[in-house]
Every structure is written in C-alpha cells, then in structure tokens.
C-alpha cells in the first residue's frame, strides 16, 4: 500500500531537507509550497545557499513531524527543489554519523598504506573523518583479493593504518573493518575502517576535514 502524501506533508510547512554532497552532510529547511499525490511530486520553495547539492537525481530525506524520514528522488533545484517521494525509511547513515565525513579532492588525494598479517596495501581513500576512513579497490585488482581473504578468515584482524594527508602529514592509526560493500557501479570494492588516531594524529586528521569542508562548501555556493 502506497503512503498518502497528503497525510505525511501539508503545503505551507516548513520541512527538514537532509542530503549529502562529497560526502558532507548538507540540511535546510524550506517551505513546502505545493505537492502532486498522484504523480508523487513535492515542491518546496525559499533560500537555500547550498542548493547545488539537492541536483537532479540526488537522494533527499524530508523529516515528517512525526519525526519519521521520507527518502526521495531529486527532480530539480532550479527556482525550487522538486522532490519524488519514494518511501518512508530510517534516518540515513550520515544523519547518523558521529564524526563529519568528507571525500578528498581528485587532484590532492589521501592514500591509505595498510598493513596486516604480512600483506601491505597501498591506495586511495574514499573518505574520511576523525573516527574512520574508507578505500576503494577495483574489485578485480589481487590486492582486493588478499585483503578480503584476510577479512573473510577474521573479521576482528586489526590493521595499521598510514593516512596521507595533503599539507598535513602522515597520520597513524589502529584500524579494524567496519563493514564491506560493492561500489554502485558493481565495479569497485569499498571497505570501511574504524581508525584510532593518537591525539596528536587526530589534530591532523581534524584541520584536513575542516579545511575540506570548507573547500566543499566553497564549490557548493559557486554551482
């Protein structure tokens, strides 16, 4: 049975827009100024800077005032941000999270040098943050079959981690997994790890993220 969106939103409400943009978290609130039942649409209008990260095709959570999450499809943001309600749902992962999450610039990225059980792996983050890191390996490479046989055989394998961080150093860390996923494309492998920082470590880890976070708004207002 299909939810009632005349029953979850009323125009002229403000509502809670969530989505994510490199990773970083980006919320509003704007006014809902019409909604389509039949065709599932919501149109929501008024000032949001960061609007380029609610492009078409981008996934958005509207919180309800039942305090419940609508994940929906992106269809515009130009003059209004145009959403496809698609299902009521738990609160996303990076509403969730503990720690801010950025993913490194293209051309300054961060490698990850880890080391477990004799095998050593060098390659790029995905993202970071002050409590974690991810990797990506294309899912063919024999790199991503060595570390995945050593996940697979104990999960609990704690690794050391070597984080490159661009203009800030090398930081060091305890690593151990968090969870394995395939990339969308199917193509790549993303694993997630858990990282322990010294403090002094952490610190770099903290101005790289802030610093990123400010690039990442910084082309957010330029879309």
Sequence with gaps: MKDDLSKLFRVGKRYKLSTKFKELPIKTQLLLSWSDPSSR????????????????GADVYV?????RFARCKSVSNSGEIVLEFKELTEPPEFIRRKAVRVEPEESEP???????????????????????????????????????????????LPFELEVELPRFGTAHAKGSVRNVSLSEEGLYIRVGFEAEFSPKDQEKVRRY??????????SLRML
């Design 209 to 218: 993220v802030l610093e990123r976070q400010r690039q990442i708004v910084k």
């Design 63 to 67: 919180e309800t005032e039942e305090g």
């Design 41 to 56: 649409l919501l149109g929501f209008s008024g000032r949001c800077a960061l609007g380029g990260a609610f492009s078409p």
């Design 110 to 156: 961060v490698f990850v040098h880890l080391k477990a059980n004799g095998v050593s792996i060098r390659t790029k983050a995905k993202d970071i943050s002050e409590t974690g890191v991810g990797i990506l390996i294309p899912r063919n490479d024999k790199s991503a079959e060595r570390l995945i046989s050593l996940i697979q055989e104990n999960p609990l």
